[in-house]
């Protein structure tokens, strides 16, 4: 593994759709990576449609194609960690909100 590993989509902007089941309803959410160590999403689907925010974030590479990617969200303190699979097409979110822990899954496509 390799920490703090420059990811392949820096400059790009990438969907996450993580599925209809989720406790705030259809959640997608397009992530972008504005440099090596800042992102900005904006949700696009889901209870918190239209919430923006812009923080800093690090990195593991696990291996080519696959990241682990942690950040923590300015306004809400709500922890997050991805797992960012460049080369399958899929995502997963493990999140603290509001103290409550969720686990999604879905797919990850680059949008632009």
Not at 76 to 97: F, K, L, P, Q, R
Request: aromatic share 8%; proline share 4%.
């Amino acid at each position: 593994m390799e920490i703090n590993a420059p990811l392949p989509s820096v400059g790009q902007t990438w969907l996450a759709d993580l599925g209809p089941d989720t406790p705030l309803g259809h959640f997608t959410v397009e992530i972008t990576f504005d440099t090596e160590s800042q992102v900005t999403f904006e949700v696009t689907g889901g209870a918190i449609k239209g919430r923006v925010e812009t923080m800093e974030y690090t990195t593991t590479k696990v291996r080519d194609g696959l990241h682990i990617v942690r950040w923590t969200e300015p306004d809400s303190g709500d922890h997050v960690t991805h797992i960012e699979d460049y080369t399958n097409g899929a995502c997963m979110a493990s999140s603290v909100i509001g103290g409550e822990f969720v686990q999604l899954h879905g797919t990850w496509t680059q949008v632009r």
